[in-house]
């Protein structure tokens, strides 16, 4: 069972937070965040905590994730993958299907097929503007012979849109 800090002690945990992600295609290609996330110490890192790192240290991860980022309060998930894809990316896009659900960093997850798609993926001022030495992103298109080496989180994801780009190429 998870517990958060929210919750009272003596309490049952409160559930996780949902997630919710955008698939953005383009032929055999879909868009990820490349990332590098350092964070002081590893309690602080949740990648180190996916990881089972033991170390106090934090080493620093090379991953890439789907846009996409937890379901806000009154929020569906729908609603949050139209979200987080716009702040993320500054594209705006329809939502085609749920195409699987999951789980990343321990919450449940669901990835949605996007569609009508506008504009030119880069990086939105809020989030080129959070970025430090320690904590870099940058938007790629990419093809599944590069899922592995770019560390394409959640793992799980890999072969399910392996998959769906290999129908839509």
């Known amino acids: 069972m998870i517990a958060f800090l929210s919750d009272p002690p003596g309490r049952l945990p409160s559930m996780p937070i949902p997630r919710a992600a955008a698939v953005v295609v383009d032929g055999p290609r879909a868009l990820v965040i490349k990332r590098y996330l350092r964070h002081n110490s590893a309690s602080a890192c949740v990648m180190c905590e996916a990881a089972k790192w033991t170390s106090p240290d934090c080493p620093g991860h090379h991953y ?14 729908e609603t949050t993958a139209i979200r987080e894809l716009n702040e993320e990316t500054t594209l705006t896009a329809q939502i085609d299907r749920l195409l699987w659900t999951g789980h990343h960093n321990g919450r449940p997850a669901s990835y949605y097929l996007m569609t009508e798609v506008t504009g030119t993926p880069h990086m939105s001022d ?9 904590n870099i992103s940058e938007l790629i298109w990419a093809a599944p012979t590069e899922f592995d080496n770019l560390g394409l989180y959640p793992v799980d994801i890999r072969s399910p849109l392996t998959d769906l780009l290999a129908n839509n190429a």
Do not use: S
């Open 126 to 134: 809020a989030e080129a503007g959070a970025q430090t030495p320690h």
């Open 64 to 77: 890439a994730v789907l846009p996409g980022g937890q379901v806000e309060e009154g929020e569906t998930p």
